[in-house]
């Protein structure tokens, strides 16, 4: 019987994955790996990366790939790695000029009485209150 063009592609087509299932099945021989301890940046670490390395080898190579210093140093544009909890507390200067926190300092302002203070809401200004008496000075 003659073979037709789909017949021959038939067959052709059935070849081609029994080959390629062949080549998967047949494992290279693993290649002689390095000890892990002696690795550093200038080692290849490629043949960590193929054939049939052990998960946990190819992972300990990379582990000791990236703890190089090579790879540790901070290149100053990680705008999260300050520690904002340790602040330096406002100075006293600052203080006096914060509207909220004249409560908190001693009746003592170095203002001098009668001075107008804009609003923060920008609102109607405020006097600002006299020394003597704590009552806010009469502005005209």
């Known amino acids: 019987m003659k073979e037709n063009f789909l017949m021959r592609w038939s ?12 080549a998967e099945t047949a494992v290279a021989p693993p290649a002689l790996l390095p000890p892990v301890d002696g690795l550093d940046l200038s080692s290849d670490f490629l043949p960590f990366m193929e054939g ?26 990680d705008v999260y790695i300050d520690d904002y909890n340790k602040f330096e507390p406002i ?6 000029q914060l509207m909220q926190a004249r409560s908190l300092l001693p009746d003592e ?15 109607k ?9 704590g009552e806010p000075a009469e502005s005209s």
């Open 11 to 22: 067959r052709l087509k059935r070849t081609l994955p029994a080959e390629a299932v062949k």
């Open 91 to 96: 100075g006293e200067a600052m203080l006096q």
């Open 52 to 77: 049939e390395v052990a998960e946990e080898l190819r992972r300990a190579a990379l582990q000791k790939l990236f703890a190089a210093e090579h790879f540790n140093v901070m290149d100053g544009l």
């Open 125 to 133: 200004e405020v006097a600002a209150p006299d020394p003597a008496n």
């Open 109 to 123: 302002l170095p203002e001098a009485a009668g001075e107008v203070l804009p609003a923060a809401d920008g609102g």
